[in-house]
């Protein structure tokens, strides 16, 4: 298991960057999508819904990588590779924290009834960063 040095968590945990979630479809092929970002004890994570393609992907194949770049400067960046678990267990409380972070609303103001939230926790196996040795 690779270990999330500080800078990067933090790059991670305090910027409200949107990072790219790639997940495997059945044929093998990626499926990239925009996703909001947290860190929690060691592993990153985003938020989805059941339904949707991430986690089915993921339920069958739980390889997972997560992108997350600064829009300021496109060569500091995170990236975290490994293998995902999902639960929906505490979902509803990350996507309202995900909320704070991104949108400033206490909420989750897009929140469907007719969803289930899922909380997609990566354990890092491989981390590549870049662009914190000048800080």
């Known amino acids: 298991m690779a270990k999330l040095g500080e800078k990067a968590r933090r790059f991670l945990d305090?910027?409200?960057y949107v990072g790219i979630a790639t997940t495997l479809r059945e044929d093998g092929s990626p499926h990239s999508t925009v996703v909001w970002v947290d860190v929690n004890?060691?592993?990153?994570?985003?938020?989805?819904?059941?339904?949707r393609a991430k986690p089915r992907h993921l339920e069958r194949d739980p390889r997972a990588s997560l992108l997350v770049l600064d829009p300021n400067n496109p060569y500091k960046w995170v990236?975290?590779?490994?293998?995902?678990?999902?639960?929906?267990?505490g979902a509803d409380e990350q996507i309202d924290k995900l909320a704070k972070k991104y949108l400033g609303k206490d909420e989750y103001p897009f929140r469907?009834?007719?969803?289930?939230?899922?909380s997609v926790r990566i354990?890092?196996?491989?981390?590549d960063e870049s662009g914190f040795d000048e800080q």
């Not at 004890?41 to 339904?51: L, Q, Y």
Request: hydrophobic fraction near 25%; charge should be negative; glycine fraction near 10%.
């Open 14 to 16: 305090e910027n409200p």
């Open 41 to 51: 004890d060691g592993t990153v994570g985003f938020n989805t819904a059941r339904g």
């Open 79 to 89: 990236a975290v590779s490994g293998e995902a678990e999902l639960t929906e267990e």
């Open 112 to 118: 469907n009834p007719d969803e289930t939230r899922v």
């Open 123 to 127: 354990t890092p196996e491989r981390v």
